[in-house]
């Protein structure tokens, strides 16, 4: 499955449009049309559901992408959110220098060692060909904007380029009116924004995403056991949502690599079809943000243990998911074109029920005479379950189309239904076909759909 591929068939479906299309596009904006959304929205309830309603451990919130400026400067990220930015003096395209290069460097790289390495080795510009690159300087991801009718410096506010920041300094308020104990987590799904020098790759690396994060906060002493407990399960997670074991991979980062918080740092890599990249970071972050809140706000983050009455600063682990990239590979895994046994060819996303965006289509075999009946069966599966209605070409064609969209079930209605009330039930893998009633229908499928 190559890229193209992937890309071609998102447009074809109607899973994913070129962003501001219209207007001869945005570069590397991206609009989730009726399918794409569902599934995205069907990731992030997957995702609530196992690291937040199933575990007696996590909470939910739902924090401001706008925060005080304040925020940004106990983070770190005003001063060190930033990328290596090189030129081609060539052709004046901007690159992100770590990405020219393919070697690591035991020792890490600064950025007059990455600039050596790029003459040295004389490293072509991928747009242009030629080797002559400006001297490398550091570029702040953040977007920044102004907040207020007046725009000067004292109103700059950035959008946030992490979702983790809202709930660092939110600690207090969640621990105080959850009535928490340690060890407990903070989850939250929201938009993210980078300013990132390349994006690219489709919905991989994008300006504007989705982050489905988690704060772990926990005695410190204590993370490497939670870190190594939520890593198993964010590993489970995946498979369970259907990539293959083969398909996932794990980079430890080495002393040098790791960050100056971070005392353990794993990210979850996904054979993409560039090869295996980054989907998911997992990082130990010590007590590094908390302290740095309490530092700069005056606020008091210690954390009273009413066992031992031990005051501390929690440690914290955490895992990092973009939503994107995860559909990325949900829809790479999923993607297949069968032979069939007469020769013929079906394109087929094969993704677990759950994650579908319509669980069943309800299609009438002759649209004169099982419209009414169809609609009645649609309006009954619809309150349990996304369904669609299909009724346009003949039913060959349309099992083709739902099997091209993923929809795990179709239910046709034909002359019996109207007699005894049984629909025909099509099954997308295995293209077996049942007679059953609307509630057999019904507790079938609510049983399939279950994550
Ligand atoms: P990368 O090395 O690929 O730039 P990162 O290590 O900077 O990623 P984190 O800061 O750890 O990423 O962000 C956590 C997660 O957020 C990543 O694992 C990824 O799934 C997602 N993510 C980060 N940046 C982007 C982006 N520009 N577009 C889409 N998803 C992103």
């Known amino acids: 499955m190559t890229l193209e591929q992937i890309f071609n068939y998102t447009k ?90 393919t070697v690591k460097n035991s020792d890490g ?71 928490r104990k340690i060890p407990f987590g903070v ?17 991989f690396r994008t300006r504007e995403f989705e982050q489905m994060e988690l704060e772990f906060f ?6 490497i056991e939670w870190f190594d407990y939520w890593y198993k399960e964010m590993v489970t997670f995946l498979l369970d949502l259907g990539l293959s074991k083969e398909n996932i991979g794990s980079h430890e980062h080495s002393k040098e690599e790791l960050s100056h918080y971070s005392n353990k740092t794993i990210d979850i890599l996904y054979r993409y079809p560039w090869g295996f990249d980054e989907l998911w970071g997992i990082a130990s972050r010590t007590d590094f943000d908390l302290s740095a809140h309490q530092e700069l706000s005056g606020e008091n983050f210690e954390y009273l243990d009413p066992e031992t009455n031990e005051r501390y600063i929690p ?12 559909l990325l590979a949900i829809l790479k895994e999923g993607i297949k074109t069968e032979t069939l046994e007469d020769g013929s060819t079906r394109e087929v996303l094969k993704i677990i029920p759950a994650l579908a965006p319509y669980k069943v289509a309800v299609l009438p075999l002759i649209k004169n005479k099982h419209q009414d009946k169809a609609n009645e069966v649609y309006n009954k599966l619809a ?69």
């Open 12 to 101: 074809q479906t109607g899973y994913i449009y070129q962003g501001s299309e219209i207007y001869g596009g945005l570069s590397n904006t991206w609009d989730y049309g009726p399918l794409g959304s569902l599934l995205k929205q069907n990731l992030k309830n997957a995702f609530i559901k196992r690291f937040v309603t199933e575990t007696p451990y996590n909470v939910l919130v739902d924090t401001s992408i706008l925060l005080n400026k304040s925020v940004w400067e106990a983070s770190g990220h005003l001063k060190g959110f930033s990328d290596p930015l090189t030129e081609c003096l060539n052709c004046h395209t901007r690159h992100r220098a770590d990405h020219l290069i």
């Open 109 to 179: 790289w600064d950025n007059d060692k990455l600039y050596n390495y790029l003459v040295d080795n004389n490293i072509k510009c991928p747009s242009c060909g030629k080797s002559k690159w400006h001297e490398i300087r550091q570029f702040n991801l953040m977007f920044k904007t102004n907040q207020g009718v007046i725009d000067d410096v004292a109103n700059t506010v950035y959008l946030r380029p992490e979702t983790a920041q809202g709930i660092f300094i939110n600690f207090k308020n969640i621990q105080r009116t959850t009535r």
């Open 187 to 203: 989850a939250q799904i929201g938009k993210s924004f980078r300013n990132e020098i390349t994006p690219g790759n489709f919905i």
């Open 218 to 223: 926990c005695k410190p002493g204590t993370e």
């Open 315 to 326: 440690y914290v682990v955490e895992p990092s998911l973009g939503v994107e990239r995860l």
């Open 383 to 451: 309150k349990h379950f996304s369904c669609v209605y299909d009724e346009t070409q003949n039913i060959g064609r349309r099992y083709r189309r739902q099997d091209q969209i993923g929809t795990p079930y179709c239910v046709t209605i034909d002359h019996d239904t109207l007699i005894d009330g049984t629909v025909t039930l099509r099954e997308r893998d295995s293209m077996e076909q049942k007679r059953l009633t609307i509630d057999k229908v019904i507790k079938f499928v609510s049983e399939k759909i279950k994550f």
